[in-house]
């Protein structure tokens, strides 16, 4: 299976849920890699993060939305997003890990409406959020989502 692992930069759990996943035997996107993100050592720019387009200034954008508005059409940021739409696009399962941010719930969101298999593993919280509940599964339990997908390959 191909799976799509939604979360943040900040998201503790992320990492080894991304080891998790991989060591099941299944392709698994990490946004945070170098390359394509899928685990094959491809070289390339890797994961996008705003201070590259904004240097450590990105972090006042709430007080200058203009300049983050212009950093959406930086070449690096449409790189960023394709690579990442490129892999969600891809992909057979999407896992939300909270907690995490707008971009998260954006790429769960698209994967729901794509008629993807999506899980949600909530082993942290930043904020209670309904609408989680679009997910086959919501739970704090790894192993459980593991025996979804389990199922999903063998059914």
């Known amino acids: 299976?191909?799976?799509?692992?939604?979360?943040?930069?900040?998201?503790k759990f992320q990492h080894d849920v991304v080891k998790t996943l991989r060591g099941d035997g299944h392709e698994v996107y990490d946004f945070r890699?170098?390359?394509?993100?899928?685990?094959?050592g491809d070289h390339g720019p890797g994961g996008f993060?705003?201070?590259?387009?904004?240097?450590?200034?990105?972090?006042?954008?709430v007080n200058?939305?203009?300049s983050y508005l212009l950093a959406l059409d930086h070449p690096r940021?449409?790189?960023?997003?394709?690579r990442d739409m490129d892999a969600l696009?891809?992909?057979?399962?999407?896992?939300?890990?909270?907690?995490?941010?707008?971009?998260a719930a954006m790429e769960t969101g698209w994967a729901c409406g794509?008629?993807?298999?999506?899980?949600?593993?909530?082993?942290?919280?930043?904020e209670p959020?309904?609408?989680?509940?679009?997910?086959a599964l919501v739970t704090d339990d790894l192993d459980l989502i593991r025996s979804f997908i389990f199922a999903k390959e063998n059914p």
Do not use: T
């Open 129 to 135: 959020d309904l609408m989680v509940k679009m997910a």
């Open 33 to 40: 890699e170098d390359g394509d993100g899928w685990g094959r």
């Open 77 to 82: 940021a449409e790189e960023g997003f394709r």
């Open 64 to 66: 200058n939305i203009p």
């Open 1 to 11: 299976m191909k799976i799509y692992v939604a979360s943040s930069w900040r998201n």
């Open 49 to 61: 993060g705003w201070h590259e387009v904004g240097g450590p200034d990105w972090k006042n954008w």
């Open 114 to 126: 794509a008629g993807k298999e999506v899980y949600v593993y909530v082993p942290g919280l930043r």
């Open 89 to 103: 696009e891809q992909s057979d399962i999407c896992i939300m890990v909270h907690p995490c941010g707008v971009s």
